[in-house]
């Protein structure tokens, strides 16, 4: 029975060694991107990775260029490689559309692509109506403005789950083996895969970082409050309650807290994972009424500054010595990474 590995991940350089091993056993290799320009020429060599990479997204070029590098090698040794995430390849096209002209009005109802409009209309929205109300809004309508913005994100991906899963099974029926690369907030993905294949095929979930951070946490994954949330209402949109608007408050604050900008891997293997699984540890310890303190004392501070007052905030907040307790230390200063 032909097998296939769905490999959640993220798109971190620490996570490139991991992904190394797992590709190399198996036939093909599906990644979580649309068709782009240049790809098969670049894996053939033809085109340099420098210049395939100028028409990427580089939100993170050292992984980027790192992937490309792998996927170069896996190439050369036979490997299929194939671009699938037919949701943005929709997505890319409405758009290419639109700038030659086109209208939202040109897209006829009942088509897949007018599903991909709405959908990603009502996310970004959604989180613009975010952006707009975190700068000066209360904390309650930042909350609730959490809440809405990934109940659209839990419909978009979910979308964009069954549409990846109906495009992934007949491909993954070619070969005997597969590597399907998904990010973690891609868990519908597993659903969708296993009622499409409808058990001719042994699909198996793995946690690329899951040994690193089962060391760290205990368990596979490190999942952030807002990824959470998420997850919750892809598979229970109409979640209320008390814990459903903890998760939004922690949110907020973790999302101050994380580090974003790409961190090597020269002092140490695995930086993002440490900050996450850190981060996280912090964010656990925080009641509603933390959250709502702290937000407005970070709401507008940089990352740094934010750890800074978090870890203030945490030492008059806490006696001293009191155990199980978040303290400064779980707070990594980015500048020492």
Same mark, same amino acid.
Request: glycine residues 6%.
């Given at each position: 029975m032909p097998e296939a590995s769905l490999v959640f991940s993220s798109h971190r350089p620490e996570t490139l060694p991991f992904a190394a091993r797992r590709m190399e056993g198996h036939q093909a290799i599906f990644l979580e991107e649309p068709p782009t320009e240049g790809f098969q020429a670049?894996?053939? +060599?033809? %085109?340099?990775i420098e210049d395939y990479l100028l028409a990427v997204d580089m939100e993170f070029p050292a992984f980027n260029q790192g992937m490309c590098r792998l996927l170069q090698d896996l190439h050369r040794k036979g490997k299929r490689i194939i671009q699938v995430e037919p949701f943005l390849e929709n997505l890319i096209g409405i758009h290419e559309r639109f700038a030659e002209g086109g209208k939202p009005t040109d897209i006829a109802r009942g088509t897949i692509e007018f599903e991909v409009y709405q959908a990603e209309k009502a996310a970004t929205g959604a989180l613009l109506k975010f952006y707009e109300t975190a700068t000066s809004g209360t904390f309650e309508a930042c909350v609730e403005s959490v809440k809405a913005f990934a109940r659209a994100d839990a419909r978009r991906i979910k979308l964009r789950d069954v549409?990846? !899963?109906? !495009? %992934? !099974?007949p491909l993954i029926?070619? *070969?005997?083996? !597969?590597y399907v690369e998904a990010g973690f907030i891609h868990y519908a993905l597993w659903r969708a895969l296993k009622r499409e294949l409808a058990e001719r095929v042994t699909l198996k979930v793995v946690h690329l970082m899951g040994s690193v951070v089962r060391r760290l946490r205990g368990n596979r994954h490190a999942l952030g409050p807002g990824d959470i949330l998420t997850l919750l209402y892809v598979f229970h949109p109409r979640l209320e309650g008390e814990s459903i608007d903890l998760l939004a408050a922690r949110s907020l604050i973790f999302a101050k807290l994380l580090e974003k900008a790409e961190m090597g891997t020269d002092t140490d293997p695995y930086p993002h994972t440490k900050d996450? *699984?850190?981060? =996280?540890? *912090? =964010?656990? +310890? %925080?009641?509603?009424?933390?959250?709502r303190r702290l937000f407005r004392q970070i709401r507008l501070t940089s990352t740094s500054d934010a750890r800074a007052l978090t870890a203030a905030y945490l030492r008059r907040r806490s006696p001293r010595g009191a155990p199980n307790k978040p303290t400064p230390q779980d707070l990594p200063d980015p500048s020492l990474k």
């Open positions: 670049m894996l053939d +060599g033809a %085109l340099s549409m990846r !899963a109906e !495009a %992934l !099974a029926l070619n *070969v005997h083996s !597969a996450e *699984v850190q981060t =996280i540890h *912090v =964010i656990q +310890g %925080l009641s509603f009424q933390d959250c």
